[in-house]
Each structure stands twice: as structure tokens, then as C-alpha cells.
């Protein structure tokens, strides 16, 4: 979880779970170990991966209700804000993320943006490689939850891809280049996808090979 990536000002999604020397958030089950912290919502998000692939069908069209369910399942015994947009300000390494007065309008766009990229079906690789590739940027650089951003859109991005018939992504390759990821991340904001376009395909590569 490595909550000190973040900075945060002015909240109560900000407090710190007492005795956790600000490690862990302030949270409902009263952990303070984040490394314990850690394995909680890794199990939990086992869990929500094992619902939503159940769930969801090739042909459905997504949106942030859906998504608000998924953060609120696998969060919501945890931390009592899961499920609803962050209050506070988020930045990572200097990086802000979209204000926090800003999210209504921004999670509506970003609302649009899922419904009309879902459901996958059909789509041509290069089609589901970009329409990934943007909403996995847009998804990021709103960042509308105070915690769990990041995996929540990767579950995003692995059931797109499962509509389309694919295997999935395999997220190795982003987590040994973290630097290079999160500037592709960053060029998004130009609405240049291109760099994440190419994580998007290696990922997929990579998903087939480990079928095989």
C-alpha cells in the first residue's frame, strides 16, 4: 500500500490510523502493521477480481456505477470512505492529480468515456489497445478515490480485454518499469496515449504467452 507516496491535506481521508507512525490510514479494523494492511486489501482485491470476472459479461456496457460497486465491495470493510469520490487534494512525487473540487464534473466525463469505450466485444486489437490505453490514463489522472486507484483500474483494463476475447493483461512488464509507466501516464495529459498504448500491448503479448 505504501501510503506515503501520496500527499494529502485537510480530511479525514487523510488521518492516520493511531500508532501506525502514518503508515497505514485511519481504518475501520484498527490495523496499524501496513505490511498486514497490505495482505488485507490484496485478499480483498483477489476476491472483487473473482466477483467482477463472474459478473461481467462480454457485452456490457461500463460505467463509474459500476466501478464506485467494485471500490465499495472490495474496500468497504475497511475504510469508510470506500466508494465515494475523494475530498482531498492527491499528488505523487510533486504530480497532482485533478482536484478534488473537480471530480463531479471530471467523473462524469470519465463516466462517458467507459460507457462508450464497453463493452469490448468485436473490437480489433488495435481498437481495444487504444480505447484501454485512454481510459487507463483518464482513469489514473482523475483519480477519483482516495486509495486503490491504480488496481481498480487495472481491473478495469483486464476486463476490457476480456470482452474482447482476450486473455487478459499481464501487468508484469508495468511494475519493472514504474518510471517509464507513470510518464506515460503523464502524457496523457496532452491526450497523448501513444507510450501507454504500447504498455497496453506488451501486457497483452504477455497474457497470451502465459496461456501458452
Known sequence: MNQG????????????????EEQVLANQLGVTDPCLMDQIE????????????????????????????????????????????????????GFPFAAAAQLPRLAEELDQMIQESTPCLGMAEEELVAAIARTHVEFVLVHPFREGNGRIA???????????????????SWDRDRDNYFAAIQQGLGEDYGAMEAFVSSALRDAESDVF
Open 5 to 20: 507516496r501520496y500527499d494529502t491535506a485537510g480530511s479525514p481521508e487523510g488521518e492516520w490510523e493511531p500508532g501506525s
Open 42 to 93: 490484496l485478499d480483498g482485491l483477489n476476491y472483487l477480481y473473482q466477483s467482477v470476472y463472474e459478473s461481467v459479461t462480454e457485452d456490457e456496457t461500463l460505467g463509474m456505477e459500476d466501478i464506485i460497486v467494485w471500490h465499495r465491495e472490495w474496500l468497504g470493510g475497511i475504510y469508510a470512505w470506500a466508494g465515494q469520490y475523494r475530498t482531498v487534494n492527491m499528488s505523487k512525487n
Open 154 to 172: 487495472r481491473l478495469l483494463a483486464d476486463i476490457m480485454a476480456l470482452q474482447a476475447g482476450k486473455a487478459g493483461l499481464d501487468f508484469s
